[in-house]
């Protein structure tokens, strides 16, 4: 099995939790009853947990699944820390009634894995729209790219300088997309895609002619835009 180096670390870091607190509980000269086993049960169980949302965290892919992870971690680990303090204190004082220390880390426990699920779902729903955003915004860098990349087969200035003011224009108008723009969207492809012909066949009069018409069409687009917005 493949172990990134993050994953790996997150192994050691759980595993010397639980050879330390291992320690600490067994060493402890008190009686082991119900409230050391209910602490010791509930931070074992803790300890787990934080392993697994630090490897199910270091699965996902992408730089930005990852950066969203890290609200999962904080969570968790903050989980961890405030069990471990707690399970120890209840080891401590075991002539406690351990039916109080299962309810309050029932609570706890309870509270962790409902805050990781809405938190995990809440990260779902961040990539799942970021995901939209980007195949919204592509028809225009697309389209960008292609005016662009005609502009060095144009053989005279003012077919160049059509392309150039065209790019532009291109860029700076609204980048979002939707199905109401899907009309005007067609047009502007199929008056691209004449525009890719005219300069394969160095036709600078037929360049000038189309960029003219494009540029009506982006503008419209954009004033379509921002209607619907």
Not at 63 to 76: C, E, F, H, P, Q
Not at 123 to 129: G, L, P, Q, S, Y
């Amino acid at each position: 099995m493949n172990i990134s180096k993050n994953k790996g670390l997150s192994l050691l870091i759980t595993f010397i939790i639980f050879a330390v607190y291992n320690i600490i509980a067994f060493m402890l000269p008190n009686g082991k009853g119900g409230m050391f086993w209910t602490g010791y049960g509930f931070t074992m169980a803790a300890i787990l947990l934080t392993a697994g949302v630090g490897f199910y965290t270091f699965r996902r892919k992408g730089l930005k699944s990852k950066v969203y992870g890290v609200s999962l971690l904080s969570l968790v680990w903050s989980y961890l820390i405030a069990q471990l303090i707690i399970g120890l204190m209840e080891m401590a004082l075991p002539s406690i009634p351990f039916q109080y220390g299962i309810i309050l880390n029932a609570i706890l426990l309870g509270a962790c894995l409902i805050g990781l699920i809405a938190a995990d779902i809440a990260i779902d729903e961040v990539e799942r729209i970021d995901e939209t955003v980007k195949k919204k915004v592509s028809y225009i860098k697309s389209l960008q790219t292609d005016i662009e990349g005609l502009i060095g087969k144009a053989e005279d200035e003012a077919a160049k300088k059509v392309l150039k003011d065209l790019a532009e224009a291109i860029r700076y108008s609204d980048p979002m997309s939707s199905s109401q723009l899907s009309a005007i969207e067609n047009e502007i492809k199929v008056k691209a895609a004449g525009l890719k012909d005219a300069a394969a066949s160095f036709d600078s009069s037929a360049i000038v002619s189309i960029c003219g018409e494009m540029q009506q069409l982006v503008a419209d687009r954009n004033r379509t835009c921002k209607t619907i917005k």
